[in-house]
C-alpha cells in the first residue's frame, strides 16, 4: 500500500500556522491590553438614571456651585448625594408638574430615597477621600471632566491606580488655587503655564501626595 | 548553652518545662501534618482548576452596579462617612462602666471607654469590645413569641400588649397576687423606680433578684464588720504595700480598669514609684499574674490566712481596745509550710513599718466573716481613709442571695405563682444542679420571658418579648462609686426590642411608656425637668456621668468581730486528698455568666492564663494532676455530691495544689449558633445551625452547699482524651529547637527587680551581646514627616487582652472555629505571649503583646514577589490586599509570627439573607479580607490617614496623642503608647528613651518600630 504523502500546497500551512501561532499571542496580549484597560472598559460609562438629571443645565448654564448639592465633599471622602430636600429646596416651585421629577416628588411624599447609580465606582478597597483632594487645589474637573456640559453624567477618566499615580507623583499637572475648584472652565492665568502655577501652589501649600500602599490601601 | 540557671528558666508550657535543654528538639510548626492529597482530591482540584479559567471569560467586563442612597432629609450636623461618638454605659452584674461608641453613618461599630467615668477612666475590657457583635448577632430573637402546639409561634406586638392588658389589669384587681417577677441584679435608678411603681401597683406580688455569679458576701461580711452596708473603695495609687487574698483586683472587680490604671502609676521606677503586691490565691489570676510575690493556695485556706495575719499585726501594731479582740493565729497545718511561713513573715514586716500606706482586698467569694475581718485588718494597718474609703448608701440592704432563686423554686412548687415574668435573666440555664428550673416554669400557668435570645428559659415560657440590647435602649447605670451614667440608645432597636424599663411600664400600665421619658422621670432629682430645662440632662448624656452623683464617703464604726471557728478542710496542709480536692466555680473572664456565650470573639480570644479559646476545662495544677494521674486534655468526671460532669482536664501551672477551678458560662444548650445547642433531645429552635453546646455547664455542679467553692469534688480519670484549642504554643518566636528557646526567652522578655535595675539601670542592654550590625540594605527610607512607633510597657501590661479584641473589631479580624485554631490558623493581629518562670506549682508570669513590630528592614518585604508588602515613607509595612496571591513567603520569613493568612473565606456566610445583620459591625474604613491573602496589624493605618486628614482639614499640623490605636485606647494601664518617633516631645518619644526600652531580636538588624519597656519587678528585699 501506498503511504500518504501530504500534497505539496500543504506545506503553505505550515507556514500559515507558524505566522498565525507567532501572531495570534500579540493580537492576545493587545486585545487583553487595550479591551481590559479601564480607559477602554470604564471611561464614557453613563448609566441611566432614575431621573434624567442634567448636569449641563443646573452646573451649566444655571451656574449652580456643585457645592450646592455635593455639600461634604470639603469634609469627608465622599462628595454624598444631595438629599431629596435640596432638590425640593427649588422644585417645590419650579417644575412642579413635571413627570420627569416624579420619583423626587414621590421620595419626598415617601420618605425613601431616591435610588442613584453610582458612576464613578472605585473598587471597595481603594480608599479615595475628596476632601484631601478638593482642600488641596484639585479641580472637580480634574476627575470628572466637564460635568457642566454632560447632560448625562459620564466617566470622564479610567480612575485606575496608574491613573491616580501620575497625579500624585507630579501634582503640578493639575493643581490650582483652592478657590477656583469647582470652577469647570478653569485656566492657569494668562501668560502662564499650568506646570508653572501648579508648581508654585505646590510649593506653598507644601503638597507632597504620598505614594505608599497604604495611602489609598489599608 | 543554656546561659541561665534552672531557677531562672522561662517556659511557655509544661510541655516545654518538662524537656530538658539537652533535649534539641523542634517543635513542628503545625499541629498535625497536613496529609497529601489523594488522588481522588487532586483529580477534583484539576477539575476546578479547569472550570475556574473558564469561568474567567465569563465573568462580566464591569463589576456589579452600585447604588447609592441619600437622605430624603439631610440630618442637620451630620456628614455620612463622618464617624460621630456617643457617650452610654454598659451594666454587668449589677455595676455599670460608662462607654464612648463610635457612630459610623448610624451604626455603632466600636466601642471604647469614657475617660470621664470613674470605672472606666478611657479603658474598657472586652466585653465591651465586643458588644457591638453582640448587638448585630443574626441569633438574635427577632420578635414576640408565644408557646403554642408543636413549638413556638411568632406573634405580633400587639397580640402581646392585648394579652397584658388583660391580664395584668385582672392581676390589678387582686394587688397582684401570684405574680413573681425575676430579675438580674441592677444599679439602674430607673429600675428601681419602675420597680418600687410596680410594687405599688402590685402589692402583693413577690420580686426576686438573682444574679448566677454576684456575691452577697462582701455585703454581708460589711454589715457583719459595721452594722451596715457599705461600699469599699481602694485608692491603689496611694498603697505601697498591696496584700490581696484570693482577690482579682485588676480583673474580675465592676471597678478593675479603673483600678489597674491606679495601680499602673506605682509600677514607674524610674519615677520611684513602685508599689509591692501580696497575692495569695487558688489560680492564677491577671493581679497574680503581675504580682511581686504570688503564693498559690486553696480559697479555703484563705480564711486561717487572714485570721493569722491579723492575729499577728494586731500584735505588731498594737490594735486600738475600741477595735476588740484580735483572732487567734490558727494552728493550720499549711501555714507551717516554710516557704509560706517565709513569706508571710517578711510581708507581716513590711505591712508594718508602713502604716497607713497598704491595702489589704480579700476576694468577693470569700465567707462574709473574712471580709469583716479584712476591715479590722484594714483599721489595724491604718489604711481608712487614705487608701481604703468606705461610700454609703449603694448597696441595697438586703442582699440578693443564691436563694432568691431557690425561695421562688419553693414558691411555685407551693402554687403561689400563677404568673412569672422573667426579666433579662436566664434561669432555666444557671440555676444550680439541685433546682430543676424547668420543672418549675412548667407549673406557672402564665410565664413571660424578656431576653435577648429565644433562650433556655425563654424557649419554655408562654410569652417571650425581644429584649433592646444596651446600645439600643435608654437607661441608667450606676458606677462603682455611685456616679450615675445615662445609657443612651445608639441605633433604633432592630428588632422592635423593648428594655427592662420599658417591659415593666407596659405590663403595668404606666403612663410614661418610652424609655427615655422613664428615665427623665426617675433621675428629675438629679438633672431637675429635663423638658422645661434640658442644659444638665444634655451636659449629663455629653459627658456621660451626671455631674455629683457620686455616693458620699462613710465613716463607719467597726465592731468587734467573733472569733473564728473553722470547717471542712480549712486548717488543712498545702498537699492535695484526692476525693476531697476544693472545686471553684467562677465566672468566664470572657463570657462571664453565660451571656455573652454566643459572641464568637470572645469564645475565640484565648483566655489569657491558659490559652484555652472555645471551651471550658477543668483547671489542676500540675502536682495534682500527678496524684490524679491525669494529663492535659484528659477527659474526667468531676462529681460533687450528687451531680457530676465530664470534663476535660488542662493543667495549669499557678494553680493551687488540691484545688480545681472549672469556668461558669459554657455548655449552653440553646445559646445560638455560636454557643451551641443540645443536639439530641432537648433540640428547642429549628433555626440554629446544628452545632453542640461550647463547653460543659458548669451550673449543674451548683447546690446549697457549693455556690463559689467548697471542698469535696471528685475527679474520675478515663481513658478517653478531649481535644482542646489552645493557642499555647503556636506562632512562637524561635524555631531552633530548645536551646535556642532556652537562650531566647531571657532576651524576649527582659525582667530585672528593683534593686538590680538601681544598679544597672541599663539592665536591658546587656541582656544579649552581638556583633556590630550591618546591614545588607541601605536605609530604604529617610522617614521625613512623620516616623510612626509604639511602646509597649512590660511593667504595666496585666495580660487582659482587652487589646486582642479592640484589635478584633477595629480591623473586621475574622472569627475562624474551634478546629482552626486547634490548627494554629486563628487571625488575631495581636497577640499576647505569656511566659511562665520557675516552679510550676507557684510560677511568676509575663505577659508580653505581639503586635506586628513594623520592622524597617523588614524581612517580610524582601520575599514578597509580587509588591504585596511594601515599605511607606512612615515606616510602616503596607500590606496591600488586592496585591497578595497567597504565597505565605512573608509569613516564614517573619521572625516575630505575627502574619496570618485567610485559608477561607470567612465573611462567606454573612451572605445568607439571616446573617446579613452582622456586616454592619464591619469597619467600614478598612477592607475585609478575603480568601488566600495575608495579613497583619497595620498600626491602625486608617486611623492615621483620618488622623493626617482631619490636621490638614484644619490646616495645623498633626498633635501628638491624635492618633491612635484600637489597642491603645482600650488598655485599661496605658502599657501600649504610640505614636510619631520624629517629635522628640511626643509621649512614645518618650518612653523609647527610657532606660528599659528594648527591641526584639535586635541582634536580627530588622530594627522594629514597636519596642518594649522591660520588666522591674519589686520583691522584697528580706525574700531575696
Known amino acids: ?218 | 548553652m543554656p546561659s541561665m540557671n534552672e531557677e531562672k528558666r522561662y517556659w511557655r508550657s509544661l510541655a516545654e518545662h518538662a524537656t530538658s535543654p539537652q533535649q534539641d528538639e523542634a517543635r513542628p510548626e503545625f499541629e498535625a501534618p497536613l496529609a497529601p492529597p489523594t488522588q481522588q482530591e487532586r483529580r477534583h482540584f484539576l477539575k476546578l482548576s479547569a472550570a475556574s479559567v473558564a469561568l474567567a471569560g465569563a465573568a462580566g467586563c464591569r463589576w456589579q452596579e452600585d447604588h447609592l442612597l441619600p437622605h430624603t432629609q439631610q440630618p442637620e450636623g451630620v456628614v455620612p462617612g463622618i464617624p460621630r461618638y456617643f457617650m452610654t454605659a454598659m451594666e454587668l452584674g449589677g455595676a455599670g462602666v460608662g462607654l464612648k461608641v463610635k457612630s459610623y453613618d448610624g451604626r455603632p461599630i466600636k466601642i471604647d471607654g469614657n475617660p470621664a467615668h470613674p470605672d472606666s477612666l478611657g479603658g474598657s475590657d472586652a466585653r465591651h469590645q465586643a458588644a457591638v457583635l453582640g448587638l448585630y448577632d443574626p441569633d438574635r430573637s427577632r420578635g414576640f413569641s408565644t408557646l403554642a402546639e408543636g413549638g413556638r409561634k411568632p406573634a405580633s406586638e400587639n397580640e402581646f400588649r392585648g394579652f397584658a392588658r388583660e391580664h395584668f389589669s385582672a392581676l390589678q384587681a387582686q394587688k397582684g397576687r401570684g405574680l413573681a417577677v425575676l430579675a438580674g441584679e441592677s444599679s439602674s435608678p430607673s429600675l428601681a423606680d419602675m420597680k418600687a411603681r410596680w410594687q405599688a401597683r402590685f402589692p402583693e406580688a413577690r420580686w426576686f433578684e438573682y444574679e448566677p455569679v454576684s456575691s452577697p458576701n462582701e455585703r454581708l461580711g460589711s454589715r457583719l464588720a459595721f452594722g451596715k452596708v457599705v461600699r469599699t473603695r481602694l485608692i491603689l495609687e496611694k498603697a505601697k504595700v498591696i496584700v490581696s487574698l484570693d482577690a482579682d483586683i485588676l480583673g474580675s472587680r465592676p471597678d478593675s480598669l479603673a483600678l489597674a490604671r491606679a495601680w499602673s502609676k506605682g509600677r514607674q521606677p524610674e519615677a520611684g514609684k513602685m508599689s509591692r503586691s501580696y497575692v495569695f490565691e487558688s489560680s492564677l489570676s491577671e493581679t497574680g499574674a503581675v504580682a511581686d510575690h504570688r503564693f498559690s493556695l486553696r480559697a479555703e485556706h484563705i480564711k486561717p490566712l487572714a485570721a493569722y495575719l491579723d492575729a499577728e499585726l494586731s500584735r505588731r501594731l498594737a490594735a486600738p481596745a475600741a477595735l476588740g479582740a484580735a483572732q487567734s493565729a490558727p494552728s493550720a497545718k499549711f501555714l507551717e509550710d516554710p516557704e509560706l511561713r517565709k513569706l508571710l513573715t517578711a510581708m507581716i514586716a513590711d505591712l508594718a513599718i508602713q502604716p497607713g500606706a497598704s491595702v489589704v482586698v480579700v476576694g468577693a467569694t470569700q465567707p462574709p466573716e473574712v471580709h469583716a475581718l479584712v476591715h479590722r485588718i484594714n483599721a489595724v494597718l491604718r489604711n481608712v481613709g487614705t487608701t481604703v474609703q468606705y461610700l454609703e448608701g449603694l448597696d441595697s440592704s438586703e442582699p440578693s442571695a443564691p436563694e432568691a432563686l431557690r425561695t421562688l423554686n419553693e414558691e411555685i412548687a407551693s402554687g403561689r405563682v400563677q404568673t412569672l415574668l422573667v426579666l433579662d435573666s436566664n434561669p432555666v440555664y444557671t440555676a444550680p444542679g439541685d433546682i430543676d428550673f424547668s420543672a418549675a416554669l412548667a407549673k406557672v400557668p402564665r410565664t413571660i420571658c424578656a431576653s435577648l435570645y429565644v433562650d433556655e428559659t425563654a424557649s419554655l415560657c408562654s410569652w417571650h418579648v425581644p429584649l433592646a440590647h444596651f446600645l439600643e435602649a435608654w437607661g441608667d447605670v450606676r458606677a462603682s462609686d455611685g456616679t450615675i451614667s445615662i445609657q443612651q440608645p445608639l441605633i433604633a432597636p432592630l428588632y422592635g426590642g423593648k428594655s427592662a424599663i420599658e417591659i415593666l411600664a407596659m405590663l403595668s400600665g404606666d403612663e410614661l411608656p418610652w424609655g427615655l421619658q422613664i428615665v427623665q422621670r426617675a433621675l428629675a432629682p438629679v438633672v431637675g425637668n429635663a423638658a422645661a430645662d434640658p442644659r444638665l440632662w444634655r451636659k449629663s448624656l455629653h459627658d456621660g456621668i451626671v455631674p455629683g452623683t457620686a455616693a458620699a464617703p462613710d465613716h463607719p464604726v467597726l465592731r468587734p468581730i467573733a472569733s473564728f471557728e473553722y470547717a471542712g478542710g480549712a486548717l488543712s496542709g498545702l498537699e492535695a486528698e484526692p476525693g476531697q480536692l476544693e472545686l471553684v466555680l467562677a465566672p468566664d473572664p470572657k463570657i462571664y455568666d453565660g451571656r455573652f456565650a454566643n459572641n464568637g470573639w470572645l469564645m475565640e480570644l484565648p483566655d489569657w492564663a491558659t490559652k484555652l479559646t472555645w471551651d471550658n476545662a477543668l483547671l489542676v495544677s500540675p502536682k495534682t494532676a500527678q496524684v490524679l494521674g491525669v494529663t492535659d486534655s484528659t477527659l474526667v468526671t468531676l462529681s460533687m455530691e450528687t451531680e457530676s460532669v465530664s470534663v476535660p482536664v488542662l493543667v495549669a501551672p499557678g494553680q493551687a495544689t488540691g484545688s480545681v477551678k472549672l469556668y461558669l458560662g459554657y455548655g449552653r444548650t440553646a445559646g445560638g449558633s455560636v454557643a451551641g445547642r443540645a443536639l439530641a433531645g432537648g433540640s428547642v429552635h429549628g433555626e440554629w445551625d446544628d452545632q453542640a453546646s461550647v463547653g460543659v455547664n458548669a451550673y449543674r455542679l451548683r447546690s446549697k452547699r457549693l455556690w463559689d467553692f467548697a471542698r469535696g469534688a471528685n475527679v474520675k480519670p478515663t481513658t478517653e482524651k478531649y481535644r482542646m484549642a489552645t493557642t499555647q504554643d503556636k506562632h512562637t518566636i524561635d524555631r531552633i529547637g530548645k536551646f535556642g528557646t532556652d537562650d531566647r526567652l531571657p532576651m524576649l522578655v527582659r525582667e530585672a527587680s528593683l534593686t538590680e535595675y538601681e544598679e544597672h539601670p541599663d539592665f536591658v542592654k546587656h541582656a544579649v551581646h552581638h556583633p556590630p550590625l550591618l546591614s545588607l540594605w541601605k536605609d530604604p527610607v529617610k522617614y521625613e514627616g512623620h516616623r510612626w512607633g509604639m511602646s509597649i510597657d512590660l511593667n504595666k501590661c496585666t495580660g487582659c487582652s482587652n487589646c486582642v479584641v479592640a484589635c478584633q473589631a477595629e480591623n473586621n479580624v475574622p472569627t475562624v472555629g474551634k478546629d482552626r485554631v486547634y490548627m494554629g490558623r486563628e487571625m488575631h493581629w495581636l497577640r499576647i505571649d505569656r511566659y511562665f518562670k520557675g516552679d510550676p506549682e507557684q510560677p511568676e508570669v509575663v505577659n508580653q503583646p505581639i503586635p506586628c513590630q513594623q520592622c524597617e528592614h523588614a524581612p517580610c518585604e524582601q520575599v514578597c514577589p509580587v509588591g504585596a508588602t511594601s515599605h511607606s515613607h512612615e515606616g510602616l509595612n503596607d500590606m496591600t490586599y488586592n496585591r497578595c496571591i497567597g504565597t505565605r513567603y512573608c509569613s516564614n520569613n517573619c521572625p516575630y509570627k505575627v502574619r496570618k493568612f485567610n485559608f477561607f473565606n470567612f465573611h462567606e456566610d454573612l451572605k445568607e439573607e439571616k446573617n446579613k445583620v452582622q456586616q454592619m459591625v464591619y469597619n467600614p474604613e478598612v477592607t475585609v479580607r478575603f480568601r488566600g491573602v495575608m495579613e497583619k496589624c497595620t498600626y491602625c493605618v486608617q486611623r492615621i490617614q483620618e488622623g493626617k486628614f482631619r490636621a490638614s482639614r484644619e490646616n495645623r499640623p498633626l498633635r501628638d496623642g491624635e492618633v491612635t490605636t484600637a489597642c491603645q485606647d482600650s488598655c485599661p494601664t496605658q502599657a501600649i503608647v504610640f505614636g510619631d518617633l520624629n517629635d522628640p516631645n511626643s509621649q512614645v518619644s518618650q518612653r523609647k528613651a527610657n532606660q528599659r526600652d528594648y527591641s526584639l531580636l535586635e541582634e536580627l538588624n530588622v530594627r522594629p518600630r514597636t519596642t518594649y519597656l522591660a520588666l522591674v519587678r519589686n520583691p522584697n528585699p528580706e525574700l531575696g
Open chain 1, 1 to 218: 500500500m501506498q503511504p500518504f504523502v501530504f500534497p505539496r500546497w500543504s506545506n503553505k500551512l505550515v507556514h500559515l500556522a507558524g505566522a498565525v501561532l507567532s501572531i495570534a499571542p500579540l493580537y492576545l496580549i493587545g486585545l487583553v491590553w487595550y479591551g481590559a484597560s479601564p480607559r477602554t472598559l470604564d471611561v464614557g460609562y453613563a448609566p441611566k438614571q432614575p431621573v434624567p438629571y442634567s448636569h449641563a443645565l443646573h452646573a451649566g448654564e444655571l451656574g449652580i456651585d456643585c457645592r450646592y448639592c455635593h455639600q461634604t465633599v470639603e469634609k469627608a471622602a465622599t462628595a454624598a448625594i444631595p438629599s431629596t430636600e435640596t432638590c425640593m429646596n427649588c422644585h417645590q416651585r419650579i417644575h412642579t408638574r413635571s413627570p420627569k421629577l416624579e420619583p423626587i416628588r414621590a421620595s419626598a411624599a415617601s420618605g425613601l430615597p431616591v435610588q442613584w447609580t453610582k458612576v464613578h465606582d472605585l473598587p471597595d478597597y481603594a480608599y479615595f477621600n475628596h476632601s484631601m483632594h478638593v482642600d488641596n487645589g484639585v479641580g472637580c474637573a480634574s476627575c470628572h471632566g466637564r460635568i457642566d456640559k454632560m447632560d448625562v453624567v459620564a466617566q470622564h477618566e479610567p480612575l485606575s491606580m496608574g491613573w491616580c499615580l501620575d497625579c500624585h507623583r507630579a501634582p503640578e499637572q493639575f493643581l490650582r488655587p483652592v478657590d477656583e475648584v469647582t470652577n469647570m472652565a478653569y485656566e492657569p492665568p494668562s501668560g502662564q503655564t499650568q506646570l508653572a502655577t501648579g508648581l508654585e501652589l505646590r510649593r506653598a501649600h507644601e503638597i507632597n501626595p504620598p505614594t505608599d500602599c497604604s495611602t489609598c490601601h489599608r
